[in-house]
């Protein structure tokens, strides 16, 4: 039997074309389609042609939330495996973003960031 393959996530954000365009800058991905989405809102798909990131949002205002940890359900993170790990930490940086709890053990060297909603990203490299 095959395993199964993760195609995508999707997540709520204040401004999906702001979070699309993040993405592509910092992991090289593109566009795969945006439009119209439910209750009005949009939604980008943002990836590979073979995985992506729905990043989308209502028409009216969305509530910040404090911490998905204790959220049963929530999102913790999503990760994200790059070549130059060293290389995305310094456009991280150069968006306004904080790297976090850095990490280099087995199987590979990581860290953390929040974007502008507040979604924390793992950025990995093996």
């Known amino acids: 039997m095959q395993a199964a393959m993760l195609e995508h996530v999707n997540v709520t954000v204040s401004d999906p074309a702001k979070t699309a365009r993040m993405l ?3 992991f090289g991905w593109r566009t795969r389609w945006h439009g119209d989405a439910m209750s009005g809102g949009t939604t980008y ?3 590979t042609d073979d995985t992506y ?3 989308y949002s209502p028409a009216g205002q ?3 939330v404090d911490s998905s940890y204790a959220l049963r359900g ?3 993170h ?3 495996v790059v070549d130059d790990l060293d290389r995305t930490e310094e456009q991280v ?3 306004g973003f904080v790297p976090m709890n850095h990490g280099d053990y087995e199987p590979g060297r990581r860290f953390y960031f929040r974007d502008h909603d507040g979604i924390e990203f793992e950025v990995v490299s093996y």
Do not use: C, R, S, W
Request: no cysteine.
């Open 62 to 64: 969305t509530a910040p």
């Open 53 to 55: 990131v729905a990043v």
């Open 74 to 76: 929530g999102l913790n």
């Open 78 to 80: 999503i990760a994200v």
């Open 45 to 47: 798909h943002v990836g």
């Open 24 to 26: 592509e800058t910092l």
């Open 93 to 95: 940086k150069d968006m």
